[in-house]
């Protein structure tokens, strides 16, 4: 988004004007959703947390500053949410597994969107993404996939721009590695055996 | 939506993975309501600022008023009755 536009939309936000959320929304709804929807690998998750998301921006129009980079707020709060989410989820999990014992534990084969992906090698990235853990999946989304500086996602993430770099690197390195142990792997059983 | 790293094999295979877009029904339903909840907050605070206005207008010179009548009753009562007319 043009920065002169993004500060104009700002602006007209910070007066509670509903032309610019929908010009916020329309630039930033699909961008969020695929984001939250490959970190949390569940549609309906994805959708609670986007609506939250686009409530937190209403609540706090008012509020912004006005130099405010609406995307990097935006995934910021997606982010936080998700995490809230996620630590809210393991309390309950560890609550019940505590209680009764036979929680299911693990990822439950491939997710609907795995299954969505048109290609086998689109589906291979999307399991291998999916398999990432949190803080490699989300620095690869953020980077790789919505194209954000280096310096926005380390700002999105709490962490500075040289560590998200360096996270964004191992990620790299293990989502390479994990794919091509999906796409022959008992040429690469061979190759750890040899190597 | 690509900035950097665009001949990256492993960036390629991420940007090749099909975009999930949420429902087209839903995401409108959420506009609408947060396209409200926007009006309402930007109506919200017109009201309180016309209300504000009305306060500092007319209750403001009304309650000054009520003390100075009150004040010049009491003197008016106090003088006559020193003058000896409420006997």
């Known amino acids: 988004m043009d920065r002169a536009l993004e500060l104009q ?24 959703y695929n984001f939250l929807a490959r970190l949390s690998n569940r549609r309906d998750v994805a959708e609670d947390l986007l609506e939250e998301t686009w409530l937190r921006l ?13 995307g990097p707020w935006l995934f910021t709060v997606a982010r936080h949410l998700h995490a809230s989410y996620c630590r809210s989820r393991l309390l309950e999990d560890s609550h019940v ?3 009764i014992g036979l929680w299911p534990s693990g990822r439950p084969g491939p997710s609907p969107f795995e299954a969505l992906e048109t290609s086998n090698a689109q589906r291979r990235a999307a399991t291998v993404l999916a398999s990432l853990p949190l803080a490699y999946r989300e620095a690869l989304l953020l980077v790789a996939v919505e194209g954000l ?3 926005e996602a380390a700002e999105i993430c709490g962490i500075t721009a040289g560590a998200m770099r360096q996270r964004v690197s191992r990620a790299r390195a293990l989502f390479a590695r994990r794919l091509a142990d999906t796409a022959a792997p008992g040429l690469a059983r061979l190759n750890e055996r040899t190597t | 939506m690509m900035s950097h790293d ?9 940007t090749r993975l099909q975009p999930l877009a949420p429902e ?9 309501r947060c396209r409200t909840q926007l009006s309402r907050s930007r109506n919200s605070p017109a ?5 504000a206005g009305i306060t500092r207008r007319v209750a403001a010179p009304v309650v000054v008023g ?3 009548l009150l004040y010049i009753a009491a003197l008016v009562t106090t003088t006559l009755r020193l003058r000896g007319v409420f006997h």
């Open chain 1, 9 to 32: 939309l700002v602006e007209r936000l910070r007066t509670g004007d509903p032309d610019a959320f929908d010009t916020v929304h329309n630039a930033f709804n699909g961008r969020l």
């Open chain 1, 58 to 70: 209403v609540v706090h129009a008012r509020r912004l500053r006005p130099d405010t980079h609406l």
């Open chain 1, 97 to 99: 597994a505590g209680m």
């Open chain 1, 149 to 151: 500086r280096h310096s």
């Open chain 2, 6 to 14: 665009a001949h990256d094999p492993i960036v390629e295979e991420l």
């Open chain 2, 24 to 32: 087209h029904g839903w995401s409108d339903r959420v506009r609408t």
């Open chain 2, 47 to 51: 009201r309180a600022g016309i209300i």
């Open chain 2, 66 to 68: 009520g003390f100075c």
